[in-house]
């Protein structure tokens, strides 16, 4: 069965300084996995998917993240983050044979000035 | 393009009253799918239909869940005899196809159970 294990549950960082939130899939195939932003008072948003080809994906708001087999990862970067990233960020999975998401249960990111 | 919307956005209830939810999807979005969150958790799956047809449903959604898509285009979820374990955020999203087209998200439907 797919799952979905997000470690970090509360990263804080400071405005400017980069950032990484990791992912780790479980799941036979090849996964196709998605990291989607959740702000107070708004609706899930999504920065990025991966299905194959190139595995360093670019998103929106300058994020990227990388797919990488050998580790089942999928950790989500950017350079250098903005007091506005502060939300909860979700990995998901999902599969050829359903059209449903599996999600981790999200990395709250604190931004300070 | 307006986004998914629902209705209500808050909803107070008192165990054993039945409760129903409203989705409205982005038009022309035939994938309309029901998730359910709880505080500190991500979203689990419930389910989905293609068009009017309900593809999968979770084991998550006992005998007291029922959710219909009737014409294809808005959805309701109804639980009937509510528990205070249903408390929740219920989460709409829809997609113009599969799995490889965005799931966009609805704001969300608060529920509390007293």
């Known amino acids: 069965a797919q799952s979905v294990t997000q470690p970090d549950i509360h990263i804080t960082v400071s405005e400017g300084a980069s950032l990484e939130l990791r992912c780790n899939y479980s799941?036979?195939?090849?996964?196709?996995l998605f990291w989607y932003v959740q702000s107070p008072g708004q609706g899930l948003q999504l920065l990025l998917k991966?299905?194959?080809?190139?595995?360093l994906v670019q998103g929106i708001k300058g994020f990227e993240a990388e797919f990488k087999r050998s580790q089942s990862s999928f950790n989500l970067r950017k350079p250098s983050v903005h007091w506005s990233d502060a939300a909860e960020y979700f990995c998901?999975?999902?599969?050829?044979?359903?059209?449903?998401?599996?999600f981790g249960t999200g990395t709250r990111l604190q931004v300070f000035p | 393009d307006t986004g998914v919307s629902q209705d209500p956005r808050h909803k107070i209830t008192k165990r054993g009253q039945n409760v129903t939810f409203r989705c409205d999807p982005i038009?022309?979005?035939?994938?309309l799918y029901w998730y359910r969150q709880t505080l500190g958790q991500g979203p689990e799956f419930l389910t989905y239909?293609?068009?009017?047809?309900?593809?999968?449903k979770s084991r998550l959604l006992s005998d007291r869940f029922s959710a219909e898509r009737p014409k294809g285009s808005f959805s309701t979820l109804e639980i009937q005899r509510t528990e205070q374990g249903d408390s929740a955020m219920y989460l709409c999203?829809?997609?113009?196809?599969?799995?490889?087209?965005?799931?966009?998200f609805g704001p969300g439907t608060r529920l509390t159970v007293l």
């Open positions: 799941y036979g195939a090849t996964p196709y």
């Open positions: 998901a999975v999902g599969a050829e044979n359903t059209d449903k998401l599996i």
């Open positions: 038009s022309e979005h035939n994938r």
């Open positions: 999203a829809s997609s113009l196809g599969g799995v490889l087209d965005t799931q966009y």
């Open positions: 239909f293609q068009n009017e047809a309900q593809l999968e």
């Open positions: 991966y299905f194959s080809g190139d595995t």
